[in-house]
């Protein structure tokens, strides 16, 4: 089991591939175990793709008493990057925190980013998507897991695609699975998402960077995003119209990967 003593936790980790190293990150989940089928379409046959759990999640441990900021994570992330000896890395951050993370590395150590591309992130909260994440803790705290389960869906998803596929996003193995009796790690994870803030440092960015602007998310919308592209020297932006919080759809995800892949070989 790939385990290494990071940033004073114990965190669990995988390298998939060969090449150019990506490191990938998402939501309040893991592409880890057996998530792969998540990643990007054939992103491991053409990079080295470098995955892991986030405090508290799955393999990875995590300590109480150390408070949870988007700064630690990213502190976990330089550190596994530095563990591997890589630099020059790609970063992808699809859906929320990974996104957020990304850009406190581009800023923080500017000589592992070659490239940083972001969809469903935010550089500053205000009122509405402070009260969304907290929406999410307290039906976790007070209703439990599967009514945050259905409450996260609903608003990460299509409504067409959400009415094709409720039996599989929701239930034991369905969305956000590795949160089910993790309430505390969550409650961690949304501690470092609430008190994010990016804004007033994003010039310092310097690497090429894309922020795919998801017209149908309602909770990382192009109102979040906007300010991401606008405060990045040079940074290309990208609106789309039929994408929701999540890449779902087999046509969605085609177009992604294609995407991203021209991305990533341009820079």
């Not at 193995?173 to 501690?191: F, M, P, Q, T, V």
């Amino acid at each position: 089991m790939p385990l290494a003593r990071i940033n004073d936790h114990d965190m669990y980790y995988e390298v998939l591939g060969s090449g150019e190293p990506v490191l990938l990150m998402g939501g309040w989940g893991t592409f880890c175990h057996e998530n792969h089928h998540h990643l990007p379409r054939g992103l491991p046959d053409r990079y080295q793709v470098i995955l892991f759990d986030y405090r508290g999640i799955r393999d990875s441990g995590d300590a109480q008493g150390i408070p949870s900021t988007m700064a630690l994570h990213a502190g976990d992330a330089i550190g596994l990057l530095d563990h591997l000896g890589l630099s020059g890395v790609h970063l992808v951050g699809l859906v929320g925190m990974g996104a957020c993370i990304c850009q406190e590395i581009a800023i923080r150590r500017p000589d592992l980013a070659r490239s940083m591309l972001n969809t469903g992130a935010w550089c500053e909260v205000d009122d509405f998507l402070r009260d969304q994440l907290e929406m999410f803790r307290w039906i976790h705290r007070d209703c439990g897991f599967l009514a945050f389960q259905q409450a996260v869906t609903l608003l990460s998803f299509t409504p067409d695609y959400y009415n094709a596929n409720k039996n599989k996003l929701l239930g034991a193995d369905g969305g956000w699975k590795e949160l089910n009796g993790r309430y505390e790690a969550h409650s961690r994870l949304i501690d470092a998402c609430v008190g994010f803030e990016s804004k007033r440092r994003l010039a310092e960015i310097r690497c090429p960077s894309l922020i795919i602007h998801a017209a149908q998310d309602v909770v990382t919308s192009p109102r979040t995003t906007l300010p991401i592209e606008q405060g990045i020297p040079g940074a290309v932006g990208e609106t789309w119209h039929d994408l929701a919080h999540v890449v779902a759809g087999k046509e969605l995800k085609i177009r992604f990967a294609q995407r991203l892949f021209e991305w990533l070989e341009a820079n």
